[in-house]
């Protein structure tokens, strides 16, 4: 089938539902070859039907419709996902159909929000049948339920391999500094240094860290401009680290506060995905920090009040606390979700425009002479 001149724009729809009918048609031969399946592709042999249906009339509506029907066309797009739904919604909780991983069994009663440490590899582990299969269909049921570390992702901002970087020279000051409390570590570190053992698989144990909380008050301060000098700072070159735990290093420039003990850690009222809150007391001037990203797009309020916020040891955020108790909220925004959502509207109305201007021009009558 060739497309030419106007007919053109509508050849890729009237592709798509031969396409839509031909897999009908395959599906209705596959119903007679299994017939122990017959009654969910029959199913799903209605859903499709319908489906078809509503997209051949709603592009009947715009092609030959008066100009009213562009939100009739619409809802016949949107209706055959909507009434897909009970075919394809899942009929049984996750939890009755699948075992948890072992990890996740193991952490039930870790404080939330969990953190988790494991090495890039595992050795030592022989995966069985199950594994390698659960492997090859993307599951995380293998090698303690851990999913393979992915060292460059796209994603990550480069300030996390840095920090990784540095902190290989003390990775324990890392884990402790960043709330970390579950480690995947050999098992021959669980006697020695008196770890608190969760589960052991392999050489290889799930451990329990005593480490800061994920949100607390550092009453001690530093200021670095470059995130280098902050990471030497937090990570010595040759090891350890060149300030005390309850001091945390902030960017940009400022006076100094002067140790004055462990982190305070804070009460979790919420913890949320972009929508977070603590409660934090505190007998001295400080900062009160949260272990998460310290990205574009967080708002702060102390006790209700609107405050700038700070990166604090490269990776996450702090706002400057006085002594007593106070309620720290922190709230997240995509940045320009505004502006793109007025491009959009813009741009939708914009396509309504042309689609009136040219259902106008087609049902205008011709000029005299022609």
């Known amino acids: 089938m060739r497309c030419s001149g106007a007919s053109g724009a509508h050849c890729s729809p009237s592709r798509a539902v ?71 919604a899942p009929r049984a909780a996750r939890a009755l159909v699948d075992e948890p991983p072992l990890w996740a069994t193991a952490a039930e009663d870790a404080p939330r929000p969990a953190r988790l440490f494991r090495p890039a590899f595992l050795h030592g582990i022989t995966d069985g049948l199950e594994d390698t299969l659960g492997t090859l269909g993307g599951t995380s049921a293998w090698r303690w339920g851990i999913a393979a570390a992915r ?16 902190a290989s020279r003390e990775g324990g000051a890392l884990l402790a500094r960043f709330g970390i409390e579950l480690a995947i570590l050999p098992a021959t570190l669980v006697e ?26 550092y009453r001690g301060a530093r200021f670095a401009v470059d995130p280098a000098d902050a990471l030497a700072l937090l990570f ?41 809150e603590v409660r934090c007391t505190t007998d001295a001037p400080g900062h009160a920090v949260v272990t998460s990203s310290a990205v574009p797009g ?42 793109g959502g007025l491009v959009a509207a813009v741009g939708l109305l914009g396509v309504l425009a042309l689609l009136v201007a040219a259902r106008r021009g087609r049902d205008a009558p011709p000029p005299d002479g022609n």
Do not use: Q
């Open 18 to 88: 031969l396409a839509t009918g031909v897999a009908l048609l395959a599906l209705a031969a596959l119903r007679g070859r299994h017939p122990e399946a017959a009654a969910p592709i029959a199913r799903a042999l209605v859903d499709g039907g319908v489906g078809l249906g509503c997209v051949v009339g709603a592009l009947a509506l715009v092609w030959r419709g008066p100009v009213g029907a562009l939100p009739l066309a619409l809802a016949l797009l949107v209706l055959p996902g909507a009434g897909a739904t009970p075919s394809t």
């Open 298 to 339: 967080w708002a702060a309020t102390v006790d209700g009040a609107a405050t700038p916020w700070l990166t604090s040891d490269v990776l996450r955020r702090a706002v400057r606390v006085t002594p007593g108790t106070h309620t720290i909220a922190w709230r997240y925004t995509p940045p320009g979700l505004g502006v």
């Open 192 to 217: 020695p240094r008196k770890l608190t053992e969760l589960a052991r698989r392999g050489e290889w144990a799930l451990v329990s860290l005593p480490v800061t909380a994920v949100a607390a008050v």
């Open 151 to 166: 060292s460059e992702h796209p994603g990550r901002a480069r300030e996390f391999d840095a920090v990784w970087l540095a």
């Open 236 to 276: 010595a070159p040759a090891g350890g680290t060149n300030i005390l735990g309850g001091t945390t290093v902030l960017r940009g420039r400022g006076e100094p506060l002067v140790h004055a003990g462990k982190p305070l850690p804070c009460a979790l009222v919420r913890w949320e995905a972009g929508d977070l």
